[in-house]
């Protein structure tokens, strides 16, 4: 890996020709990946912005990052696909594009929205049992 510049953090490699290929420059931690169903591959963390682009979340389609909505105000540390092809993300954010969302939001593919009111009041590393008698 001494071809890549380590604070790419993003690459790929293929594994047959042993080469290494940034994906662009993120200054900060990468957290999460997972692949949306578009087949674009999207990236959370503690990064203020990746290659000069968005920041804490953003999606890259083989030839750019680009924010998936509106800019959550804080890092992003989870990241889930549901089946439905909604996404759910969890972090230290407390709004989306100005919205009051805080910690938990789901993309319904056009916007980002509220998870409901047990799952905003979650913090991460909450033990607290939420109403449905499971845990956070």
């Given at each position: ?51 000069g ?19 959550p ?27 009051p ?15 409901g ?20």
């Amino acid at each position: 890996f001494s071809t890549v510049p380590l604070q790419s953090r993003i690459f790929t490699y293929d594994f047959t020709t042993g080469v290494a290929v940034a994906l662009g420059q993120v200054n900060g931690l990468v957290r999460a990946l997972a692949v949306l169903p578009t087949g674009e591959l999207l990236a959370a963390g503690e990064f203020p912005s990746v290659s000069g682009g968005p920041g804490y979340l953003a999606r890259y389609d083989g030839r750019q990052w680009s924010a998936l909505g509106a800019a959550p105000n804080g890092p992003v540390d989870r990241v889930l696909v549901r089946a439905d092809g909604s996404l759910v993300v969890g972090g230290r954010f407390t709004s989306i594009g100005g919205s009051p969302i805080p910690y938990l939001a789901r993309w319904d593919g056009q916007q980002w929205v509220r998870r409901g009111t047990e799952c905003a009041r979650a913090r991460p590393g909450d033990r607290r049992r939420r109403p449905s008698g499971g845990r956070w």
